[in-house]
C-alpha cells in the first residue's frame, strides 16, 4: 500500500487506519514506523553500528540455518486479527518462501526467530512494550541485542502476552537458540555504541 503525502498528512489517526498512515509516513520521510499497541512509533535511521550488529548476525543465521529457512532484514510482521498493530524487527527468521512473497506483512505463525537491536534513542518502556507485543503475537523466540550496554537477552515461551523465560547474557557469550534452530550464534564481535571513529575525519579533527 502507497499513501501519497498529501494524503496521509489529512488522515486523522483512528483505529483501522494506522497502516495506512505509517506506510505515509515511512514513504515521504524514510522513518521506520512500526505500530505497539495501537500507537505510532518512528525511529531514526539505524547508525552504522546498529547495523553491523545486524549484518554479523545475519552472516552467522545465513551460514548455519536449515535450507527451509532464511534470515530477512526490513521485513514486518503482524496479528493477524489485529487491524492496525505490525513491528518490523531488526531481524527476522522466517521460511525460504518469503523471499517470494509479495505482501510485506508476514504472520507470526510462520516467524522462528526476532531479533530487535536496541537503539541509543530507545527508552526501557519502548523496549518493555515491544517486547511484550512479540509476546501477544507469540513469536516463539525473541532476541534482544543491546549494543549500549554489551548486552542481550533471549526471551522464549511466550504465554499470557508475556515471555516465560528470559535468558540474560553478555557480549562475548554466545546465544543459544532453542529447537528448531539449535544452534549458538556468537557475540564477541558486535560493536559497542560510542563515539565514532570517523567524526573526527569528518569535522578535520
Same mark, same amino acid.
Not at 499497541?37 to 553500528?49: C, E
Not at 505482501?103 to 517486547?131: F, G, Y
Given at each position: ?35 505497539? =499497541? ?9 547508525? =552504522? ?157
Amino acid at each position: 500500500m502507497t499513501v501519497a503525502p498529501e494524503a496521509w498528512v489529512r488522515l486523522r489517526p483512528r483505529p483501522g487506519n494506522l497502516r495506512e498512515i505509517a506506510k505515509g509516513i515511512e514513504d515521504a520521510t524514510g522513518l521506520r514506523v512500526q505500530i505497539v =499497541g495501537g500507537k505510532l512509533v518512528m525511529s531514526p535511521p539505524r547508525h =552504522g553500528r546498529h547495523v553491523g550488529v545486524v549484518q554479523r548476525l545475519c552472516r552467522q543465521l545465513n551460514m548455519v540455518l536449515p535450507e527451509a529457512l532464511g534470515a530477512y532484514q526490513v521485513s514486518s510482521i503482524a496479528v493477524r486479527e489485529d487491524p492496525d498493530d505490525y513491528v518490523t524487527p531488526d531481524l527476522i527468521v522466517l521460511p525460504i518462501e518469503w523471499g517470494e512473497d509479495d505482501d510485506w506483512l508476514a504472520t507470526p505463525e510462520d516467524a522462528v526467530l526476532a531479533v530487535e537491536v536496541i537503539s541509543q534513542s530507545e527508552k526501557s518502556r519502548e523496549i518493555r512494550d515491544k517486547a511484550d507485543w512479540y509476546a501477544v503475537a507469540r513469536v516463539p523466540v525473541l532476541l534482544v541485542v543491546d549494543p549500549r550496554k554489551g548486552t542481550w537477552a533471549l526471551h522464549t515461551r511466550p504465554d499470557n502476552g508475556a515471555y516465560q523465560d528470559v535468558l540474560p547474557g553478555k557480549f562475548g557469550e554466545s546465544v543459544p537458540l532453542p529447537a528448531p534452530l539449535g544452534f549458538e550464534v556468537a557475540t564477541d564481535r558486535f560493536p559497542l555504541y560510542g563515539d565514532s571513529p570517523r567524526a573526527g575525519r569528518r569535522t578535520g579533527t
